[in-house]
């Protein structure tokens, strides 16, 4: 069965700080993995695809890296500010599962809480 | 403005009763999809369209109907409500197809169901 384990659950870290999620997978045939930010009240948000020959991309101070051997991404934040307090959840895509909704498979997200 | 919107955005019913969330998205994607958040669970696909008329059952379908008879629209319908449908409720479109394009979230429905 395909699975999306993220870590930790939640994490609460000081504005201006640095930190980094984590996305464990069991997913075959892979074919990409997103990271979505979900505000508060809000739907998610999707930041960056990861696909397989991609090992490392960055969205402003969001940097996503993917290791495909290892069935592995990470999400680090560079400079936490107070807007980044939000869930973070991890989808990975399964190629050839179905017409175009079948294969996503969602983590339950990584709570992250900015303190001034 | 462009984009997908879901109301009601907050829903009090009685256990047995029925009720519709409505879904409406401006960019004419093909695909539209409906999901339920709960805590401990992330986000589970209940029902989705790959065009007007062409409807597919997700994970959790038992309890609900949808039906798409504008590409814009995507109704969700529980026919009898019952307390474990208390959910928040998102709509969501992309481009391609989810496999192949980002998800397009609405910003929810939460439904309480007493």
């Known amino acids: 069965k395909n699975q999306v384990e993220q870590s930790p659950q939640s994490l609460i870290i000081l504005e201006g700080k640095n930190c980094t999620l984590q996305?464990?997978?069991?997913?075959?045939?892979?074919?990409?993995l997103r990271w979505y930010k979900q505000d508060t009240g809000r739907g998610p948000v999707s930041l960056t695809i990861?696909?397989?020959?991609?090992n490392t991309k960055s969205n402003g101070r969001y940097t996503a890296t993917l290791d495909a051997d290892t069935k592995q991404s990470s999400l680090h934040i560079t400079a936490s500010q107070l807007s980044d307090s939000a869930s973070y959840i991890c989808?990975?895509?399964?190629?050839?599962?179905?017409?175009?909704?079948?294969?996503?498979?969602f983590g339950k997200g990584t709570h992250l809480i900015i303190q001034p | 403005d462009a984009g997908i919107t879901q109301s009601p955005r907050y829903k009090i019913t009685e256990t047995g009763r029925q009720v519709t969330l409505m879904c409406h998205q401006t960019?004419?994607?093909?695909?539209m999809f409906w999901y339920r958040q709960d805590l401990g669970h992330g986000l589970r696909l209940i029902y989705y369209?790959?065009?007007?008329?062409?409807?597919d059952k997700g994970e959790v379908p038992d309890g609900y109907v949808v039906s798409r008879s504008k590409t814009e629209n995507f109704p969700l319908t529980l026919e009898s409500a019952t307390r474990s449908q208390t959910s928040v409720y998102f709509c969501?479109?992309?481009?391609?197809?989810?496999?192949?394009?980002?998800?397009?979230f609405g910003n929810g429905t939460r439904l309480t169901v007493t």
């Open positions: 969501a479109s992309s481009e391609y197809g989810a496999s192949d394009s980002p998800l397009h």
């Open positions: 996305c464990n997978y069991t997913v075959s045939p892979f074919s990409n």
């Open positions: 990861m696909t397989f020959s991609e």
């Open positions: 989808v990975v895509t399964s190629r050839g599962e179905g017409g175009g909704a079948d294969g996503l498979t």
């Open positions: 960019w004419s994607h093909s695909y």
């Open positions: 369209s790959a065009a007007a008329d062409i409807t």
